[in-house]
Structure formats: structure tokens, C-alpha cells
């Protein structure tokens, strides 16, 4: 029996939302692909290891490696979860790779109206089957978690390589590290799921349980489609601006992020300084991070920069803030610098003493 759960309760129904990744792959001849089949066979893993009664309703989106992913991807995800009644279910896994897994989530939480039910993305680091794949654990550790806690919201569940089971808010989630393929969260993980629950330290840094459990309700704008026209651009020493021609483009938007402090070459010559970068290319908005607190002290770079006419995006990661503008410049309820400003799901982390929490 699930925690509390008596013979009289309803069976747990999740929506299972397939869209390929390494958790839906197989290894032939060395060579990694999605495999259709692959589905099954965690399912059937899963029922063998003598888990409570789940009804699984499946669905399959699409079928691909995630680095295929473009934002109509996004967009097919988001109106497949509007096409059902989510409150007949106790919630939903989507199986996603896990390459753009933290675009994705992040879309979620500007494509979906607040949901009333966990809507969770699992991913693997190996095909099922292969040794330490995690595949099975994240799936498992996903199911449990929605029965158990049925915490509303949007999440991502990934066990690291230090075999610990991470929860993390799908707005803060960011890439995957390269050496490990360890997932980590822009602040911090909201916690650690094992057989006790949600298992975590309070942290300034995160929303309480009872935010959590009690979510405002906001009507995202609508998006009919995506159009390519934002581009993001990291910094580094040397990268030469003169490369980059914004005029005969349908660029609107441009990401640009800068070192840590939200700095940038403001000095350079023949081409390397973002101060000319935009005030050459005044047709485009140009959003800066990362910023802790454009209100507080400053290098004179980033106020060289914010005169320029770049507009400073503060405490949000580069996922979620590429994500965003991609949202902000293809709705129409909200100017596209007041929708970068208006927070969905927690994707801003801000330190509040009102802020952490205890299980």
C-alpha cells in the first residue's frame, strides 16, 4: 500500500508523456538511438519490482534525442498536457533527455496554467539496462513521488552519481555537467527524495512547503507558435562582435551572457566590445545577465553596458531565461520586457528570511 493509502482509495492514475531521450533508447553496433520498444521494458521493470497498482496512461508526443529539440517541440508538449483534463489524474511524467531536459522544464512552467497536480521530467544518464543507468531509479523515484507527496507543481527528479535522488524546481533546473552527468539547480535543489520523502535543509533560497502545496493561480499567456528570433550569446575573452550581423536577420531579442558579475568588454577594439555590439544593432533588445542586484554596487562595466541600452535580467539562470524570451516574444498579453519581469514558477531565486522550509 502507498502511505496512506486504504483497499477503498482510488488507484493512482499518471499520464505518461514519451518523448524519446536516452531513457527511451537502446545501444546497437555503438551507436545510441530512441528506440520505440524501450518503453515497454521499463514498465515492465518497473511492475516487477512488486511497486503498488499505478494505471499508466501513455502517450508519445514525438520520438527523439533531445538535442533535437527546437521550442516547437515545446510547443507540442505544452498542447498535448491542454488536450486532457489533468485533474482526472494524480499526475504526470514526462521521459525526456537529457540534453535540453532544463529547457523544457522551463518552458513548462511558462506554457502551463498553475497546475493542481505534480507534473514531473525524468530522464537517464545510460540506456535502461546498462550498467548504472539510472533510468529505473528516476522513473521510480517519480512514480513514488506523486503518490506519496502529490505535490503541485513543475519538477525534475534525477539521481547523481553520488546515488542521491535530487528534486529540483523545473525553472532552476541547468545543464547537466560534463565529466558526471549531474544535474544541478540554479541556487539550490529543493531537496532529496528517498524512502522518508522530501528530504531537505531550510533554504532561503527556495519556496516553502506551504507555498509549494498552496500555488497561486496564473493564466499563462497563449502561444500559437514559436518564431526563430532570439539568439543568445555567451561571453568570453576575444569573442568578436563584428562576426555577428543583426541587420538583415529576424533577430528580435539577443541574451547575452556575461561573466559572473554580470560584467563585459566595454574597452575592446576591432569589434570585441558589447557597449558598440548594441548601440550598432538599436533595432534588437538586448537582455543582460547574470545580475545578483542591479540596485546595489556595480563595476563600471555593467553600467557602461545598461546605458548602452542592454536591459539587466537579475537571479535567473541562462536555461531559464533563454526559455523565456522565447515565451515573451511570441505572446501578446504582456510587453515583452513586463513578461521577462513576471515570475511563473519560481524561476527568479530570490533570498527571503520567508523563504525555506522544514518536512
Same mark, same amino acid.
Given at each position: 500500500?502507498?502511505?496512506?493509502?486504504?483497499?477503498?482509495?482510488?488507484?493512482?492514475?499518471?499520464?505518461?508523456?514519451?518523448?524519446?531521450?536516452?531513457?527511451?533508447?537502446?545501444?546497437?553496433?555503438?551507436?545510441?538511438?530512441?528506440?520505440?520498444?524501450?518503453?515497454?521494458?521499463?514498465?515492465?521493470?518497473?511492475?516487477?519490482?512488486?511497486?503498488?497498482?499505478?494505471?499508466?496512461?501513455?502517450?508519445?508526443?514525438?520520438?527523439?534525442?533531445?538535442?533535437?529539440?527546437?521550442?516547437?517541440?515545446?510547443?507540442?508538449?505544452?498542447?498535448?498536457?491542454?488536450?486532457?483534463?489533468?485533474?482526472?489524474?494524480?499526475?504526470?511524467?514526462?521521459?525526456?533527455?537529457?540534453?535540453?531536459?532544463?529547457?523544457?522544464?522551463?518552458?513548462?512552467?511558462?506554457?502551463?496554467?498553475?497546475?493542481?497536480?505534480?507534473?514531473?521530467?525524468?530522464?537517464?544518464?545510460?540506456?535502461?539496462?546498462?550498467?548504472?543507468?539510472?533510468?529505473?531509479? +528516476?522513473?521510480? /523515484?517519480?512514480? $513514488? #513521488? =506523486?503518490? &506519496?507527496?502529490?505535490?503541485?507543481?513543475? @519538477?525534475? %527528479?534525477?539521481?547523481?552519481?553520488?546515488?542521491?535522488?535530487?528534486?529540483?524546481?523545473?525553472?532552476?533546473?541547468?545543464?547537466?555537467?560534463?565529466?558526471?552527468?549531474?544535474?544541478?539547480?540554479?541556487?539550490?535543489?529543493?531537496?532529496?527524495?528517498?524512502?522518508?520523502?522530501?528530504?531537505?535543509?531550510?533554504?532561503?533560497?527556495?519556496?516553502?512547503?506551504?507555498?509549494?502545496?498552496?500555488?497561486?493561480?496564473?493564466?499563462?499567456?497563449?502561444?500559437?507558435?514559436?518564431?526563430?528570433?532570439?539568439?543568445?550569446?555567451?561571453?568570453?575573452?576575444?569573442?568578436?562582435?563584428?562576426?555577428?550581423?543583426?541587420?538583415?536577420?529576424?533577430?528580435?531579442?539577443?541574451?547575452?551572457?556575461?561573466?559572473?558579475?554580470?560584467?563585459?568588454?566595454?574597452?575592446?577594439? +576591432?569589434?570585441? /566590445?558589447?557597449? $558598440? #555590439? =548594441?548601440? &550598432?544593432?538599436?533595432?534588437?533588445?538586448? @537582455?543582460? %545577465?547574470?545580475?545578483?542586484?542591479?540596485?546595489?554596487?556595480?563595476?563600471?562595466?555593467?553600467?557602461?553596458?545598461?546605458?548602452?541600452?542592454?536591459?539587466?535580467?537579475?537571479?535567473?539562470?541562462?536555461?531559464?531565461?533563454?526559455?523565456?524570451?522565447?515565451?515573451?516574444?511570441?505572446?501578446?498579453?504582456?510587453?515583452?520586457?513586463?513578461?521577462?519581469?513576471?515570475?511563473?514558477?519560481?524561476?527568479?531565486?530570490?533570498?527571503?528570511?520567508?523563504?525555506?522550509?522544514?518536512?
Amino acid at each position: 500500500m502507498l502511505k496512506g493509502q486504504s483497499t477503498m482509495e482510488t488507484i493512482p492514475k499518471i499520464l505518461i508523456l514519451l518523448t524519446g531521450g536516452t531513457i527511451g533508447s537502446a545501444i546497437n553496433n555503438g551507436c545510441i538511438d530512441v528506440d520505440s520498444s524501450r518503453s515497454n521494458d521499463l514498465f515492465s521493470i518497473y511492475k516487477s519490482l512488486g511497486k503498488p497498482t499505478v494505471d499508466f496512461e501513455v502517450f508519445r508526443p514525438y520520438n527523439m534525442l533531445s538535442e533535437n529539440a527546437e521550442p516547437k517541440h515545446w510547443l507540442q508538449i505544452i498542447k498535448t498536457l491542454q488536450s486532457y483534463n489533468l485533474k482526472n489524474y494524480t499526475g504526470v511524467i514526462i521521459a525526456h533527455g537529457s540534453d535540453t531536459l532544463p529547457y523544457t522544464g522551463a518552458a513548462l512552467c511558462y506554457g502551463i496554467d498553475s497546475p493542481s497536480i505534480p507534473i514531473l521530467l525524468v530522464a537517464a544518464n545510460f540506456a535502461i539496462g546498462e550498467t548504472n543507468s539510472n533510468a529505473l531509479a +528516476n522513473f521510480s /523515484a517519480g512514480v $513514488d #513521488f =506523486i503518490c &506519496n507527496l502529490r505535490l503541485p507543481g513543475f @519538477y525534475t %527528479i534525477y539521481e547523481n552519481s553520488d546515488h542521491k535522488t535530487y528534486v529540483h524546481l523545473a525553472s532552476r533546473l541547468l545543464e547537466a555537467d560534463w565529466l558526471k552527468d549531474d544535474f544541478t539547480s540554479f541556487g539550490e535543489p529543493l531537496g532529496i527524495f528517498d524512502s522518508r520523502g522530501l528530504c531537505s535543509t531550510p533554504s532561503p533560497q527556495n519556496p516553502t512547503m506551504l507555498k509549494l502545496y498552496n500555488p497561486t493561480l496564473d493564466d499563462v499567456p497563449c502561444i500559437k507558435e514559436f518564431r526563430n528570433e532570439i539568439l543568445a550569446l555567451r561571453a568570453y575573452p576575444g569573442l568578436n562582435y563584428l562576426c555577428i550581423d543583426l541587420k538583415n536577420r529576424p533577430i528580435r531579442a539577443v541574451l547575452h551572457s556575461q561573466y559572473h558579475c554580470g560584467s563585459g568588454n566595454v574597452l575592446g577594439e +576591432n569589434g570585441t /566590445a558589447l557597449t $558598440d #555590439f =548594441i548601440k &550598432n544593432n538599436p533595432q534588437v533588445d538586448h @537582455y543582460l %545577465i547574470s545580475y545578483k542586484n542591479i540596485s546595489g554596487d556595480l563595476y563600471a562595466s555593467c553600467h557602461q553596458l545598461i546605458k548602452a541600452g542592454g536591459i539587466p535580467l537579475e537571479n535567473i539562470s541562462f536555461e531559464a531565461a533563454l526559455t523565456k524570451l522565447n515565451f515573451a516574444y511570441n505572446q501578446n498579453e504582456y510587453s515583452p520586457q513586463a513578461y521577462m519581469q513576471h515570475e511563473f514558477f519560481y524561476e527568479f531565486v530570490r533570498v527571503t528570511p520567508e523563504n525555506g522550509y522544514v518536512i
